[in-house]
């Protein structure tokens, strides 16, 4: 480790004990701000995380929709997001304005929101969903026709396990769309012995090659698995940090070295101490719009993880 790394670690270790704060770093944050959070997950289980915390402040090394998440389910905590530009592409490309547009033209349809959304588009939703979940989700709901915001490779992923009547919204995720069928292919060959896994947000031709479909967390139980020796990993790059720190000796190849979502790599070690320096920047969501995307977050909570 550099000497500028070890000192950057000791003065925000030792500013977060000060601040009584913890730091939450998701699967896809670079493997150095991975090292020093407290927790790495993905973005449902980092806001479970600060809800159970005991910590007045929360560093969340993600994105802004899952700093807003952990707004949404502890109102009382300072949320800091170190890079306030590390907003979804994907989560922003839906506004309010078109989901309400988009409800008038399917009145009866339920509307299932990922939770790779604004809190302003939770708050228009029925219920929230995980891409461990939304199967199971979608599933419970009395309704035949569902409208499901904002991504279309996972609504069309769910599509295909459920027979009611889906409505995709037409966005994605840029990061995962790089990933492509041919990459799984010669990865196959180069790799015979390896399980491919890949996340349902990748293009519906990647997840048809694919051994596993699975959540960030589920390819984090998948490959402590004993049959699983190597693992292409159809998923954003930072993963593979998590994968070889738990599973030494094991082999994860990433599905595509292009798969890198330039949003989640604004946040650094120095983003990080800074942002506990001067307590900002803080995300706050305002409370009409917080309970209302919470009762949609609460019902995703009370159907299950999936
Ligand atoms: S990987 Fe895709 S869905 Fe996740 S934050 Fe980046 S752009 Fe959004």
Not at 77 to 93: Q, S
Not at 99 to 121: D, M, Q, W
Request: overall charge neutral.
């Amino acid at each position: 480790m550099e000497n500028r790394d070890v000192k950057l670690i000791e003065e925000t270790l030792s500013l977060k004990r000060q601040k009584n704060a913890v730091i939450l770093a998701h699967n896809y944050q670079l493997g150095e701000v991975q090292d020093i959070a407290d927790f790495v997950g993905d973005s449902l289980e980092l806001s479970q995380n600060a809800a159970k915390s005991e910590a007045d402040v929360i560093v969340f090394c993600g994105v802004h929709f899952m700093a807003e998440t952990a707004s949404i389910l502890c109102p009382d905590k300072v949320i800091l997001l170190p890079d306030i530009n590390a907003g979804c592409p994907m989560a922003d490309m839906v506004t309010t304005e078109r989901l309400r547009g988009k409800k008038e033209e399917f009145p009866s349809a339920a509307v299932v929101c990922y939770v790779n959304s604004s809190a302003e588009v939770k708050s228009e939703s029925d219920v929230c969903c995980t891409s461990a979940n939304a199967v199971k989700v979608i599933e419970s709901l009395n309704t035949q026709e569902i409208l499901f915001v904002p991504d279309q490779y996972l609504g069309h992923y769910v599509s295909t396990k459920t027979d009611k009547k889906m409505v995709l919204w037409p966005d994605f995720c840029p990061t995962h769309m790089r990933i492509k069928p041919e990459h799984i292919i010669q990865l196959r060959q180069e790799y015979p012995q390896a399980k491919v896994v890949v996340h349902p947000e990748c293009r519906p031709e990647v997840i048809a090659l694919a051994d596993k479909v699975l959540s960030t967390g589920g390819m984090c139980r998948y490959a402590r698995r004993n049959d699983v020796r190597e693992m292409v990993v159809g998923t954003e790059i930072g993963m593979i940090h998590r994968l070889r720190k738990e599973n030494p000796g094991k082999k994860f190849i990433p599905a595509s070295e292009q798969a890198i979502c330039p949003r989640m790599k604004l946040i650094s070690l120095e983003k990080v101490l800074w942002s506990l320096e001067e307590m900002a920047p803080e995300v706050k969501v305002p409370e009409e719009i917080r309970l209302k995307a919470k009762a949609a977050v609460d019902k995703m909570m009370k159907i299950g993880r999936g």
